[in-house]
């Protein structure tokens, strides 16, 4: 967080706050057209069992006033200045520990030297799991071409895989 330009009470009744103390039932549920495996997977990722589930939530969704996350999260919790706990959390024990400077690098290289020296001899030097997704695929770039390692990269159709893939 940058700043807090200021807070205080507000003149308005916690009564008068109808979108607040009305309630909404959300229902989600695998999207029809999925196939049956895909349903399946929907169903053991999100733990819906059925159709439809209803969840009530309240009409006034609450954002977090650092980042994006809301009250869509249901088990979001916001301290007295409306900081989410992702944030929080993310400050108070990643950031401390996160060296993105010359330390971290060197950090990194010492780690990168480790398992290429146990690598030495083998066919792989790492494995790494990869989803198809932004952030595996980046992995994998990194991994080869940025540390110079020898992955041995796996993926596992879960159901999701684009069928001009298989
Ligand atoms: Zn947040």
Known sequence: MLEIRG?????????????????????VGP????????AKVYRLHTGVRGGLEGNKMTQDIKVCS???????DSAIVFDDRGVCDHCNTFYDKI???????????AELDRMIETIQAEGKGKDFD???GMSGGIDSSYLVYAAKELMGLRPLVFHVDAGWNSQRLS
Not at 12 to 22: G, T, V
Not at 31 to 38: A, G, I, K, M, N
Not at 66 to 72: A, Q, S
């Open 7 to 27: 807070s205080g009470e507000s003149d308005k009744s916690a009564d008068d706050d109808h979108d607040w103390l009305s309630e909404v039932t959300l229902e």
């Open 31 to 38: 999207h029809p057209e999925l196939s049956e495996t895909q």
């Open 66 to 72: 650092n980042c994006v996350m809301d009250t869509t």
């Open 95 to 105: 950031a401390p520990n996160w060296d993105t400077g010359e330390k971290g690098r």
């Open 126 to 128: 790492c494995i790494i």
